[in-house]
């Protein structure tokens, strides 16, 4: 049994991450830490609440993490996902409440019960994580991988032709994330781009399971589809999704490098950037397993089979 701590900044592809990562009878989801970043913190915790009532695990913990970056203003992408993060769907309040603890505790704690089992998923601003490998640097070595969503491999940014939206959050936080000493394995927007929109095209199996949980991922996600086919992308991106199957499931990796990685923190242009040594120019030690290209296909077929619920 796989047992997986998802840290989240819950907006519409984090909850079809969470989705997947709930749906799944091979691994245990031991908490749910949030931070800021899609939307305000309380918003985040809010949304995450409310989907695990939605994949019936209303008892996973769910603890409040950082309500703002370490060193910056916060930047959000209501833009994006929506005022309430989840398509202006306007859901209830959640019935369920959080979990006692802070959300670094929360990483510390279940690192220490699970020592060198822990699967930590990063699927926003990282930092919760930085924080927690602040509080306690033997962290790295208690938890099995840190499978992060962020970042490009030499390729454009989606919020500054720099960077990726995670990064571009928490520059620090990633850099002190990326130095501590964690086995990497990164899954970065540019993956999500070629391999992980579903479009319009694709779309007709997914609408006709006209299940609870089909109608919630559509409801989450369309505010996320009308920007993007505003930007011309007529489809719905799910880079937390796709991160979260490929952990599942590695054999959805096609195509994967082990690099270098850091990331630019004092960039007028670049904050946030994610520099990937793929030619091994630096001739430093390699610190993350890049994922590169990626069954999408498979990826569909989990997606749908998590929908059918
Ligand atoms: O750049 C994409 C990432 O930023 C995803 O994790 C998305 O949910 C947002 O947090
Ligand atoms: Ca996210």
Request: with cysteine.
């Amino acid at each position: 049994l796989r047992r997986l701590l998802i840290d989240t900044d819950t907006a519409g592809d984090d909850v079809t991450a969470l989705l997947v990562a709930l749906h799944s009878p091979e691994a245990t989801v031991e908490a749910i830490t949030v931070v800021a970043g899609n939307v305000y913190l309380d918003q985040c915790v809010r949304n995450a609440l409310y989907t695990t009532e939605m994949a019936g695990k209303p008892e996973v913990p769910v603890h409040v993490g950082a309500a703002k970056p370490l060193m910056r203003h916060l930047v959000t992408a209501h833009y994006v996902h929506g005022d309430d993060g989840m398509g202006n769907s306007n859901f209830p309040e959640p019935k369920r409440s959080v979990t006692e603890g802070h959300a670094v505790d929360a990483i510390l704690d279940c690192a220490d019960r699970f020592d060198g089992q822990l699967e930590i998923i990063g699927q926003g601003p990282l930092t919760n994580l930085a924080l927690a490998v602040t509080k306690d640097p033997s962290l790295p070595s208690k938890v099995k991988r840190l499978i992060i969503m962020g970042g490009v491999n030499n390729a454009r940014g989606n919020i500054t032709p720099a960077a990726e939206f995670n990064f571009y959050v928490d520059p620090e936080a990633a850099q002190i994330v990326f130095r501590a000493g964690f086995d990497i394995l990164l899954s970065p927007w540019d993956i999500c781009l070629h391999h992980g929109i579903i479009y319009r095209d694709e779309m007709a199996p997914f609408e006709a399971l006209d299940t609870e949980l089909s109608r919630f991922w559509f409801s989450v996600n369309q505010h996320a589809w009308k920007f993007l086919n505003e930007i011309g992308i007529d489809g719905i991106s799910l880079p937390d999704a796709i991160t979260v199957a490929l952990t599942l499931d590695p054999s959805l990796i096609q195509q994967s490098g082990t690099y270098f990685v850091d990331v630019e923190t004092k960039g007028e242009m670049t904050a946030g950037y994610s520099l990937v040594d793929v030619g091994g120019v630096l001739g430093k030690e390699p610190n993350a397993e890049v994922v590169e290209k990626f069954d999408k296909e498979r990826f569909k077929e989990i997606l749908l089979e998590v929908l059918r619920g």
